[in-house]
């Protein structure tokens, strides 16, 4: 979900090979586009490679490993309003992205602080189909019980078939303290976990930087797991709540903060552009 996905992707750009059809595993498909209004398909040149959620007219929340490798922005746009990643309808909108904001504290590795905000290069006109959402904050209180739904465009299992068109997944939120017991020590406490103990129901690959949302409200962004879908290993993802201030500071920010890429990349772009 890190650097070698981009690489795929850039790889696939050039030789015309769609790569990607993601889809969640075990999920179903979205009918009404209006009950995932905030949903974002992140395409570079155009192919699906994450998820994101509208922040507000100019400003789209993702996972920071989406971007942190791409080697330029100028291809990157977001996409909403539409069901499929295949096809363009009288709802699809797009925009292309001018800014990334990456969390200075960014680990790629470990993928902590794995979250971005990206500038559009023009507000979004909300409608049925086009709307942000609002974001759980430390100060709100929920039951042990809260479902939330995950919705994207990821694979159906771990390097498994896909469908173009946008599914969800309804997941229980599992709260940090218990998701130590699948994953232990590499639970930060910017992470929160969403899942079921058994097998066959998770996010996985092309989800990443997509929304949970619990109670019509953003409670964390796909981030990572153990493959995906496998048993005692519930999806791991990044908690809003934890950075309420940091979205705040940076929502209205114009710096777009450096991209980790390698000389192969920026061949690849410069190949792009012939």
């Known amino acids: 979900m890190q650097a070698l996905t981009h690489l795929l992707l850039l790889c ?36 699906h490679f994450c998820g994101g959620v509208i922040l507000d007219s100019r400003n789209v929340l993702t996972a920071a490993h989406c971007v942190y490798n791409l080697p330029t922005l100028k291809y990157l746009e977001v996409f909403v309003g539409d069901l499929n990643v295949r096809s363009i309808s009288n709802n699809t909108v797009s925009v292309r992205v001018t800014n990334a904001t990456i969390h200075e504290h960014f680990e790629d590795r470990l993928l902590l602080n794995d979250i971005c905000i990206l500038k559009l290069e023009k507000d979004l006109e909300f409608s049925s189909t086009v709307k942000s959402v609002p974001l759980w904050t430390l100060n709100d209180t929920f039951e042990d019980d809260l479902r939330c739904n995950v919705s994207g465009w990821g694979t159906t299992e771990y390097k498994g078939n896909s469908s173009n068109n946008l599914l969800y997944l309804e997941l229980p939120l599992i709260e940090r303290k218990n998701c130590s017991k699948y994953y232990g020590n590499a639970i930060d406490p910017g992470m929160v976990c969403a899942g079921f103990e058994e097998a066959g129901k998770d996010s996985c690959e092309g989800d990443s930087g997509g929304p949970l949302v619990c109670e019509n409200k953003l409670m964390g962004l796909v981030s990572w797991g153990f493959q995906c879908a496998r048993a005692m290993h519930p999806g791991v993802y990044t908690d809003v709540r934890e950075y309420s201030d940091w979205i705040k500071k940076h929502q209205h920010s114009s710096t777009s903060k450096h991209l980790g890429f390698s000389w192969l990349m920026v061949l690849l772009i410069a190949l792009l552009e012939l």
């Open 12 to 47: 696939c750009v050039l030789v015309g090979v769609n790569c990607f059809e993601p889809r969640i595993v075990g999920g179903r498909q979205v009918q009404n586009r209006e009950d995932f209004a905030y949903q974002v398909s992140l395409r570079f040149s155009k192919m």
